[in-house]
């Protein structure tokens, strides 16, 4: 039972261009979510969070978007940058006040941003 | 460089055989957390360590085990390997209470 997913692989843009990278989940009990960068032979980086609160988060050239609703978020980078070339990883938290703070990811899109 | 840091970087070992992953996390973070990459495969939790104490389990197999030491540095071993043990480990850490979780180089485990 996958509880969050991104359902595509891999998604290509031109350099200074939008990119939406989209994530769905099942399990209403998620309060948290965070999107990861992983390039090869690295462990993910943190990008950008946001709190089953709030509807938008923006951080510099990164934007997540919260609809609870739908269960689905996405990640907005614009413009899209040659270096931003990686994997992009979704992630959940259901950890509340109990510090048990397990991730839960989806299986990842990977960017490619043509120069 | 997130300030995880894990030892080794590779490790190539045959079946049967039983290895120890370790983790050092960020100064001031208690938790620690120990997730799973397989070939093609998202990041799978196995287990969370808070300041010494067991926290949350995931689907980690009997034959892995973990600790984490009063230092808060964490130890993963993984006994009895098997061929589908050939992963990526990554351990990963947060403050007390914080969401965002701060992850290793990872250890990419080969068993032959």
Same mark, same amino acid.
């Given at each position: ?5 991104? @359902? ?13 990278? /989209?994530?769905?989940?099942? @399990? #209403? ?21 946001? =709190?089953?609160?709030?509807?938008? /988060? ?8 919260? @609809? ?11 413009? #899209? ?35 | ?36 990459? !397989? ?11 808070? @300041? ?12 892995? #085990? ?7 540095? #964490?130890?993963?071993?993984? =006994? ?5 043990? !050939? ?26």
């Amino acid at each position: 039972d996958q509880q969050v997913k991104q @359902n595509s692989p891999s998604l290509s843009v031109q350099e200074g261009r939008i990119s939406i990278l /989209n994530c769905d989940y099942t @399990n #209403s009990m998620f309060d948290y979510f965070l999107w990861y960068k992983k390039y090869p032979a690295e462990g993910p980086t943190f990008l950008i969070s946001i =709190s089953s609160i709030k509807d938008k /988060n923006e951080d510099g050239r990164f934007t997540v978007f919260l @609809n609870k609703s739908a269960k689905h978020l996405s990640l907005h980078i614009v413009p #899209s940058q040659p270096g931003d070339s990686a994997v992009y990883f979704c992630a959940a938290s259901a950890g509340g006040s109990s510090n048990t703070g397990k991730l839960i990811f989806g299986q990842g899109t990977t960017l490619q941003v043509k120069p | 460089d997130s300030g995880v840091t894990q030892t080794p970087k590779h490790l190539i070992t045959a079946t049967g055989q039983r290895v120890t992953l370790r983790c050092s996390p960020r100064s001031g973070d208690l938790s620690v957390y120990w997730y799973q990459q !397989s070939l093609d495969q998202g990041l799978q939790f196995l287990i969370q360590y808070y @300041n010494g104490e067991e926290r949350a389990k995931g689907n980690i197999l009997e034959r892995f #085990s973990a600790q984490q030491f009063p230092d808060l540095h #964490s130890e993963l071993n993984l =006994s009895s390997l098997e061929l589908g043990d !050939s992963a990526l480990y990554f351990c990963a850490s947060s403050v007390v209470g914080g969401h965002e979780q701060f992850f290793g180089p990872g250890t990419r485990l080969t068993v032959l």
